[in-house]
C-alpha cells in the first residue's frame, strides 16, 4: 500500500482513536478482514481493510479468530543457510526478516505454509523467489529492494488470500510473464512496482478484472506496453474500479485500445477507476487524441478530475514540436489539433502529419522541385484517409490520374504552371484545388460538372470563344464570380461571368450546315429512289440483264412448250388445230400439257418435267391466263426454268389479256416492256411466221417455208377436225 496513504490511515486513527472502530468486512472468499468504519461511508475499505488480527494486535477488544506471532529466522551455517524456528505458539505466523542480506529463501519455509500469513523480506539480497509458491495462505508479501531478476508465471497463483504484493525496486526484473497477477477469482488488492526498469510490461498485469486499489508502477520505466496473449477486453467483465498508476514511469505512448478490441468510445465502459501518468514520457502525439476526442483522459487522469493542480505538470517532453507544452492548458483549450503524428511512410521529400483532430494527414511537397505528382500517398493511424496536399511553388505541369485524387480534400498547386490536367482527376476531384499559376489553354468541358468555387483559377484567361460558351454558364450558375478570367477573340481579356453569346457576337451558325445538310438529304433521297426503282422494275433489270448474257444452247431439248388456259377451248383448239400443226411442218417440236399429259393426278410433276426438257415457251396470253391452278403452275415452272437459263426464252401470244396487279403481272409487263410480243389478233399466218422468227432455228432440221406450209400440214393428233377449216375465223373472232 502506498506508504502516504498508510501513514494518512495511522495518523488519522491516531488522532481520532475513539472512532477508529473497526467492522467485518468480507471481500470475495476472505472472511476475516475488518475495514475502519468510516471507510464504509467514503468507499475505501478496499485500501484500508486490514485482517482481524492485526487489528486485533492494536486495538484490544477486537475479537479474532487467529493470534499472530513471528517465526525466528536462524543462520544454520557458514553459507548463510536460513531456517525458520517457532518461537510463540500462536495459530498463524509472520516472518520479518529485513536488512539482513538474506539472499535464499529459508530452507524449511514451506513446513509453515498452512500457517505463514506474511512475509517482509524487503531490504535483503533474494534473487530467486520461486520456491515461494508454496505459501498458499499468504495475505502480504513484501519483496521490495532485493535482487529479482526472474518471478516465474505460477508463483503467485496458488495464493488465493494474497492481498498485498509489493516488489518494489528490483532493477534486475526486466519483464513479468502475462497474468503474473490474476489468481483466481480473487485479485491482489495492491501491488507496488515502484522504481523497477521494465523492458516490456504485458498489458494483463495493467488491466485485471474485478476491483483492486492501486497497481502501481510509478518512478519506474515501461520501455514497451506488450500484449503477449492477445488479450482483449470482455464484454461484460467490468476492469476495476482500482488506481492504476503509471506516474513518471518512461512511458512514451499509451496504449492502442482499439487492438485490444475495444473502440475508444467504449472504454470507459470496461474500465473503471483511474490510469494516472503525470510527469511521464508520454508522447502528445496523435495517439493521445482519442484519450481526449472521448474524453477518456479526464475520466481516467485522476489529476484531470480531483487535482487540478497536477495537471499542470505533465508538461509533454515529445514530439519536439510539443516540448514544454502543457496537457492541461491543451484540454481546456481544445487545441487537439496539435495532437499529431509524422508518418513514416511519406512520398520522398515531403512530410505527411498525421492530424486525426482534423481527420486528415497534411502531405506537404511545396518549394521541393518536383516535376509530377508523387506516385502514393500515406494512410493515417484510425483509417484517417484524407489528405490535404500542399504541392505548391513545383515545377508540375500536369495534374495526372492517380489513385489517391478521390481522398484528396484540398490541393494547393499554386507555383506551378498546370497545363494539363488528365480527364479523370477532374471526374474523381473533390477537394478545393488552388492552380492559381496555371497556364491551361482552354478548359475541359469535363470541368462543367464541378463546382468552381472550390477552384481557384488565378489571373491567367483560358481562351473562351463561342464554341465553349458552357464556362460563362458554368459561373454564372454557381455564382461565382470573379474567379476566371476569360480570352476572347473580339473583346480581350474578360471575366468569364460576363461571356454570353450575346457578348461574343455569337450568331447561330445554321447556314454552315446547308453545304452538309443538302447534298447529304438529296443523297438519301436518290438511294431511296434508286432502291424504289429497284424494286419496281427488279423484273426488267432482271431481263435486260439476262438479255445481255451470251446463251449457250443446250441440245436435245423439245422446241416448243405451249401454254393455255384451262378452261379456254377456242384457245385450245387454235393452238392444237393450226399453231402446233405449222411449227410441226417446219420440224418444230412442240408439247401442249393439255393433249400430252394423260395422268391428271401426277400433272404436276409431268409438267414440270416438261418444261425442263423445253426451249421456248409460248404463252398464249388470252383473258381466262392466270386465273385457273393449272396454267399458273405452268407459269411458275416456266417463269424458274427461264431464270436459271439463259438460253430458254418466252413468248407472249397476246390475246386481251387484263394484266393483274400482283406478281404475275409485274413479270408479265416486265416481259412485254422488254421483249415484244407477238399479236394474237395478228393474222395466224404472219403470227406464225413471227413465231418461228423468235423461236429460231429447230432442233432437228430447218424452216422450210414458214409462210406457206403452215396451215397445209396436217396436225400430229387430231382432235376437233371438224374446226380445222375455220381455223382463221377463229383466230379473228378471238
Ligand atoms: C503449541 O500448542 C499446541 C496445542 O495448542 C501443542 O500441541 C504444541 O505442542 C505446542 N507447541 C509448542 C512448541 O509449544
Ligand atoms: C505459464 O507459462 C507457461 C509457458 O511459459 C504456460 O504453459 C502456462 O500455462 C502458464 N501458466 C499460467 C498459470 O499462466
Ligand atoms: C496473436 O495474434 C497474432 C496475429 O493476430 C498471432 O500471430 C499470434 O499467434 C497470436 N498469439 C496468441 C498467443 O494467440
Ligand atoms: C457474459 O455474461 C453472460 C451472461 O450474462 C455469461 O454467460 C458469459 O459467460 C459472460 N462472459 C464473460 C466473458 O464473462
Ligand atoms: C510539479 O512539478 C514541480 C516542478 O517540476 C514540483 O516542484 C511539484 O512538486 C510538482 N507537483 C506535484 C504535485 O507533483
Ligand atoms: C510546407 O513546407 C514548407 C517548407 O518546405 C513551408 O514553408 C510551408 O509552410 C509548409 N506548408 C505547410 C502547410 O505546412
Ligand atoms: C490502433 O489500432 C487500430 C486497429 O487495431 C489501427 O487502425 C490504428 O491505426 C492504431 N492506431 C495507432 C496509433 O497505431
Redesign the pocket.
Known sequence: MNAFLKLLLTVKCAIIVVQCSFTTWNLDERRELMCPDYCFTQGCCLCYASPCWEVAKQNAGVACGKTISELAVEKIDLLGTRQLLVVQNTTIYEINYQNEGLAQLPQNLCEFSEKVVKIDFRNNKLRDINKIKCMQKLDSLHLDNNLLYEIKNDTFQLMRDLRILTLSNNKGLERLPPNLFNIGANNIITIELLFNNFDEVDVTNIFRPGNFCAIDYSNGYIKEITNQLNFSFHQNVSYGPGRIRLENCGIQSLPNLTSYGVSFKEFTKYVIGTIEV??SYVSCDCKLYPFFAYDIAPVFWGQFRS?M??I??FTCLQPESMKGFDLYSLTKNKRYELLTCQLEVCPSLCTCIDIPAKERIIVNCSDKGLTDFPEHMPWGYWDNNKIELHIANNKITEIPDRDYISRLISVDAKGNSIQHISPTTIMDLEAELNIQDQRLDFLREDFARKDPNLITFGDTAVSCSCQNLWIGDWIRNNKAYNRLWCLTDSRGKIRAEDVTAQSLECTVNVISLYPIIIPLCGLVAMLILLSLLQYCFRYEMFLLYRKCITREKKDGLIDVFVSVADNDDETLTVVLKYIRPALEAENYSVKVPWSDIRNEEERDMQVTDLVSQCRNYVVMLTPQYGKDYNSKFEFDIMWEKFKADASRKIILINDGYEIPRDRYGKIIRALQRVHKELNYKERHTRLVARLIRCLGEPEHGKVINPLTTTVRRRPARQIATSQIEDVDEVIYAA
Request: hydrophobic residues 30%; charged residues 30%; proline residues 0%.
Open positions: 503525470d510527469n487535482h493542480v497536477l499542470e505538470n
